[in-house]
């Protein structure tokens, strides 16, 4: 069964300090991997995507990486700010005939207190 | 900027009553999700379309239709609420090519009393 296992299940740290948040899946055939983040009464808004041959891929002060060996990813943010506060959600797609299936992680809740 | 809009944002509904939930894309995209959110279970996926008239059964059909009569239009239809239908109603659209990421809307909080 497809899968997708986030942690921390949530976190809180100060302004200005980095943290990384984790997904392993088993998800098989692997497409691509999507980190979504999704601020408090909002639709979930992509951050980035990794390929089976991408290794690390960065957006503004988030950085994804991807282990397609160990079948994991992480999410690392530099030099957090209020606004990181959210919840991000790793979303993990396989190929399929009808086309892509996509597994949700339940989601990291990350809460940056000033 | 894609918009991905839901009709509503928040609404009250009573067991056995009959409920419609919108949701407008302006993108022009081929595939159209319902997901409902809850607190420990993720997202999950209840219906999806690929084309006009075409539906997919997600993960947790039951007690759910929809409809898709117009490209940018996608209703979740709840034939008779029931109290365990309390959740957060996330729309999304997407283009039909692999790797295309989901436009979410903002979200339908619905309550059945």
């Known amino acids: 069964k497809n899968q997708v296992e986030q942690s921390p299940q949530s976190l809180i740290i100060l302004e200005g300090k980095n943290c990384t948040l984790q997904?392993?899946?088993?998800?098989?055939?692997?497409?691509?991997l999507r980190w979504y983040k999704q601020d408090t009464g909002r639709g979930p808004v992509s951050l980035t995507i990794?390929?089976?041959?991408?290794n690390t891929k960065s957006n503004g002060r988030y950085t994804a990486t991807l282990d397609a060996d160990t079948k994991q990813s992480s999410l690392h943010i530099t030099a957090s700010q209020l606004s990181d506060s959210a919840s991000y959600i790793c979303v993990v797609s396989a190929l399929r005939n009808a086309g892509n299936m996509l597994t949700f992680g339940g989601g990291t809740r990350l809460m940056v207190k000033p | 900027d894609v918009k991905v809009t839901q009709s509503s944002r928040y609404l009250v509904k009573r067991t056995g009553e009959k409920v419609f939930l919108e949701c407008v894309q302006d993108?022009?995209?081929?595939?159209m999700f319902w997901y409902r959110q809850d607190p420990g279970l993720g997202l999950r996926l209840i219906y999806f379309?690929?084309?006009?008239?075409?539906?997919e059964k997600g993960d947790i059909p039951e007690g759910y239709s929809v409809s898709r009569e117009k490209k940018e239009r996608f209703s979740l239809i709840l034939e008779s609420a029931s109290t365990n239908q309390t959740s957060m109603y996330l729309c999304?659209?997407?283009?039909?090519?692999?790797?295309?990421?989901?436009?979410f809307g903002n979200g339908t909080r619905l309550t059945v009393t």
């Open positions: 990794m390929t089976f041959s991408e």
């Open positions: 993108m022009d995209h081929e595939n």
């Open positions: 997904c392993n899946y088993t998800v098989s055939p692997f497409s691509n």
């Open positions: 999304a659209s997407s283009f039909g090519q692999v790797g295309s990421p989901l436009h």
């Open positions: 379309s690929y084309d006009v008239k075409m539906k």
